[in-house]
Structures are given as C-alpha cells and as structure tokens.
C-alpha cells in the first residue's frame, strides 16, 4: 500500500517550503550570531571581530533598554487584559439579541477594523485625535481638553491599549460567539422551568460553557507578552512618547536599521527571540494542561 | 404564538440590542469621519469643521488622485505583490500541507518535518538578521523582496493540514485502489474537497500581502518600488509637519488633509470589495483553525 515512489513524491511535495524555511528563516538564525561581534558590514560575518558578551551586558547596562522592555510587557498585557474582557463581554451580550438580521448586522460592523491595516488607521486615528479632531470635539461638549491623545507620556500607553481594542474586540469575539453557540440549548430550558432569570443563565451556564476558551485564549496569549504591535506604535509614536510608548521592536529597528548598529539591534533582537521562544514554550504547555490543546 | 417573557425581559432585550448596535455603529464612526473629510472643502478641514457629514461638499481630492501617477505606480506594486505573493503562497501552501497530512506510516518523515515547520512558525528572528539575510541575497529593491520571505506562510499550512486531516479516509483509499498516485490524489481528491479551506487561506494571504508597510519601508531604497501601504505611510504619517516644524509646510500639511484622507479611503476600497467573503472564511478559518481532529 505505501510505495517507495510516493515516498519520493511527499519528499518532492515538501521540498519548495523546506527550501523557503531555511532560506528566511534558519539563515537569517545565523546571521544572529553578529551579536557576539562587533559586525563591520564591509567585513561580513567572517572579517568582524568577535567581541563574546559585550553587547549583550552593554544593552543590560542601558537604561533605554530596561524602559522598553518595561513599556513593551505593560502595554501587551494591557491589550490582552481588555480586549479579551471587551470580547467576552460583547459576545455575551450579542447572544442575547433574539433578532438574527441585526445580530448580523452588529457583527459586520464590529469585524471591519480587524481587517484594515495599521498604517490606514493611524491615519485615520492621526485625524481624529488631533487637537481639532473629532474626539477633541466631542470632549469639548463636556468642558473637557484639548487633549494632546499622541502627545502626552501618560496618556499615550492607553491610546496604544484602547485603539487595539477598537480594532480587534469583535473579531477576538468569534471564538466566544461559537462557543456560546455550542452550548446544548436544553440547559437554557430547564434553567427557565426553575425560575432563572437572565442574569442567572448568564452566571451559571453561559459563562462556565466559554470558560474554557477564555483559558485557552490566556494561556496563548501568554506567548504574546512581549509583542506589543510594532506596526500600531510605529505610525502613531513620536520622539515626546519614547518615555512610556518606545517597544522593544520599534527599538531595535531605530538602533539596528537606522543609526546602524547591527550587532547591539541584532543582541537586542536575539535576547527577545529567546524570552519569546520561551514564552511560547509555556503557552503551549500551559494550554495543552489546562486546555486540551495541541497545535498539530 | 405569544412569548411567554415578562415586559421588564423584553425592555432589557431592546436596551441590549440598544446598546449593541450604537456599539458597532461607533466602531465605524471613525472610518466616516475619514470619508467625509475626504469629500469636503480644503478650508472647511483646516478649520476643524468636518464630523460625520461633508461639508462644502466636493469630489476634487478624488480627481487629483486619479491623476497621480506615484499613487497609481505605488498601486500598482501591491496588486504585483498581491498576484506574486498570493499565488506563491497558495501553490506552496498546498504542496506543504498535504505531505504534513498523511500518517507517520505513509510518511515516515512527516514528524520531523513538521515540528521543523512549527519550529519556524515560533521562531521570530530580530529585524536586523532577517534584513542582513535578503540583503545577502540581493533582493533589494526588487518585487521579490516583498513576495519571496513570507512565501511559506505556516500558519495557513497547518489550517490546510488540518482540514486535509478530516477528509474522509475512504476517498483516499477508493483513489488508491484507482492507481492514482500522490499527485493525482491531491488533484482529483482533496483539492476539490477542500474549497472552503483554499478560499479562506487564500484570503488570509492576500489580506495579509495588501496590508503590509514594513518590508517596503527597509527592503525598498528606491521610493518608485514602495507598495501602497508604505507610500500613504510615508506620505501620512512619517512626513509630519509636527516633527520637521515649519509653518509654510504645516499650512500644505492642513490643506493636503483632505487629500491624504482620500488616499486613506482609496486604500481602504480592495478590502470593503472583498470584506463580505472575508466575513464568511475568515470566521470559518478561525474555526478550523481551532478545532483539531
């Protein structure tokens, strides 16, 4: 039943994408290893001088790099914390809309922004909070701003949080929706014959059938803590924010690719490869153990 | 038939249906703010007057668009990359896939190569490296560039998998006993049943190849090279008056208001034209992308 020739054709089948991965991928895995010099491009990887740790116990003495990694874990667990709260609580509260039209129409709404990238809506959040922008104007009718949304180190973290919110709540929702759709109906029913009213459905059977998923979503999300959105910060950052908005990817794009120092960008890079491959690590472990998830 | 539910019941059901849709509607209130500065006069935006609705209503940023030829080449680079990038993705997507979803038995091999593969999708290399390695390859400044890197996209690969996994075994075996070979099995047996998988992962690529800014930016020297996303990024947001001073240029910068407004709507029109699949797949993709076995 299973021939040698078949054999030889999974191996060609597979050969392209093995080709593809190492390429982008493994190779640039070694081109990390110019963290460990100090990288001359004129020299290449073999002419640089091999320089062991120094860049890594540079960037640890660096005060910037300590403020990014900072700013990098708040933000991200930030937008996890709310936008999975904004989620399920979107979810719960769509569920109870009896009318399916509307219900649709709700959702197409909400799912839009996640399909928009990044760069279309700074643009438009550029505009809209700028000192004349719409959201001035409408604080304006409470006496409240101007307020300087993109300007201002305490204000921007939470512009960050609250515009990921917007842009990925209700798509962040389908996973809650389905799994409130999996719930068995009957459970509703009997609840009702003994005198539940909403509220209590909610409490004791809607929220314990989508426990699950949030514990599956937490434990993923686990991965994510030091991926705070590269693409949101960098078009809606200025220099003013560096103190609380300044990531550890727009970082290292501004010391490695702008002012050009490869090895410190790349050491900088690597140390967050590492913590991240980590991180993951216990993400899949945490929701294998608590979620009955595998990945393949 | 007559509802059995209290009053007080179907007040709350209004509210929250209420509630709910002013929700969604102020989710778009934004991207309306942008169409109707778009439409409206120059001096009215300076002044801060546009919300929801146009004033001084007029299609002229519309008009200046169509003629600008650096918007149309930049236009053009991203439906390139999205024709290059997305076939790429979807041949390579599929020939990955459907070795990865045959048995340990059929494929001894299958195992290795797929933790491999998950190992790749994991590893997130530092920005320096990656551009070091394209570079090495002289890619720069070429359509490649933006298409050739992200060309095995892993995530859509094991989504594939997955649903390859949950075709019927007894296709597969009736087409054996036919004679068909691997090849034949993929073509004739599991891409016709597999449709709703290939659109969704196919959208996923496209979306993903159109919204892209980032690998234009570092890997395109030559502005005439920049895909869309990176030419309104730079026309936007990096040529800000605010960080070069300047009150002649802050003056250009608030009459252009309405036209990079424009831009910004433009670029927004590939996806609302193909937002209602994206709506279906991409929902049923997050499905199959979550349920295993």
Not at chain 1, 24 to 36: E, G
Request: aromatic fraction near 14%; include cysteine.
């Amino acid at each position: 039943m299973f021939r040698d020739t078949d054999r030889l054709a999974y191996y060609v089948m597979i050969l392209p994408g093995l080709v593809l991965l190492i390429a982008f991928t493994f190779v640039p895995l070694v081109y990390s290893v110019i963290a460990f010099q100090k990288f001359n491009p004129a020299l290449g990887i073999q002419g640089s001088p091999w320089v062991g740790l120094d860049n890594i116990l540079y960037m640890f003495s660096l005060r910037d790099a300590r403020q990014v990694f900072t700013n990098t874990v708040f933000i991200a667990t930030m937008k996890m914390i709310f936008v999975l709260i904004t989620a399920v609580a979107f979810a719960l509260l769509l569920n109870e809309v009896r009318f399916l039209r509307i219900r649709r129409s709700i959702q197409t709404m909400v799912y839009l922004p996640h399909f928009l990238s990044w760069v279309i809506l700074a643009g438009i959040l550029r505009t809209i909070l700028a000192r004349d922008g719409m959201m001035n104007d409408f604080l304006g009718i409470f006496g409240i701003g101007p307020v300087y949304f993109l300007g201002q180190p305490n204000i921007f973290p939470w512009v960050i949080i609250f515009s990921d919110v917007w842009k990925e709540f209700g798509f962040e929702a389908i996973v809650y929706l389905a799994a409130l759709t999996a719930i068995d109906p009957t459970l509703y029913e009997v609840a009702e014959l003994d005198g539940a009213n909403r509220f209590q459905k909610m409490r004791f059977i809607s929220i314990p059938g989508i426990a699950p998923v949030i514990v599956l979503v937490a434990c993923l999300s686990i991965g994510n803590v030091l991926n705070a959105g590269f693409d949101q910060i960098f078009n809606l950052y200025s220099p003013i924010v560096y103190s609380t908005g300044d990531i550890i990817d727009t970082y290292v794009y501004r010391i490695g690719l702008i002012q050009g120092q490869y090895s410190l960008g790349t050491a900088v890079g690597l140390f967050k490869t590492v913590v991240a491959l980590l991180l993951i690590g216990v993400s899949y472990w945490a929701a294998g153990r608590w979620a009955n998830y595998r990945i393949f | 038939m007559f509802s059995s539910r209290s009053t007080s019941d179907r007040i709350i059901d209004w509210l929250i249906t209420g509630f709910l849709l002013l929700a969604g509607i102020s989710t778009l209130l934004p991207l309306v703010n942008t169409l109707a500065i778009s439409l409206s006069d120059k001096a009215a935006v300076s002044g801060g007057m546009v919300g929801l609705w146009p004033v001084g209503f007029n299609l002229n940023s519309y008009g200046y668009i169509l003629r600008d030829d650096k918007f149309w080449q930049a236009f053009g680079v991203s439906v390139l990359r999205v024709v290059l990038g997305g076939g790429l993705n979807f041949v390579l997507t599929v020939l990955t896939a459907f070795p990865l979803s045959r048995t340990v038995k059929a494929f001894p091999a299958r195992n290795f190569f797929m933790w491999l593969f998950v190992f790749g999708m994991i590893l997130n290399v530092g920005i320096v490296p990656w551009y070091l390695t394209i570079s090495g390859y002289k890619l720069i400044d070429t359509i490649w560039a933006l298409v050739l890197p992200g060309a095995i996209p892993i995530f859509n690969v094991i989504i594939l998998m997955n649903f390859f996994r949950n075709i019927p075994k007894e296709l597969d075996e009736a087409a054996r006993i036919d004679g068909a070979n691997p090849w034949q099995l993929l073509w004739s047996v599991y891409l016709p049943t597999s449709i709703p998988a290939l659109a969704t992962i196919t959208l996923f690529s496209i979306v993903g190849h159109w919204n892209s800014f980032f690998d234009g930016l570092i890997l395109m020297n030559n502005p005439d090279n920049y895909p869309l996303q990176t030419y309104i990024q730079q026309l936007v947001i990096a040529d800000r008056p605010a960080l070069h001073g300047g009150q002649a240029q802050m003056l250009a910068q608030l009459s252009s208001n309405t036209l990079n407004a424009a831009k910004l709507f433009v670029a927004m029109i590939p996806i609302l034209l193909v937002y209602p699949f994206l709506q279906r797949y991409f929902i049923r993709g997050i499905m199959l992308g979550a349920v295993k076995e």
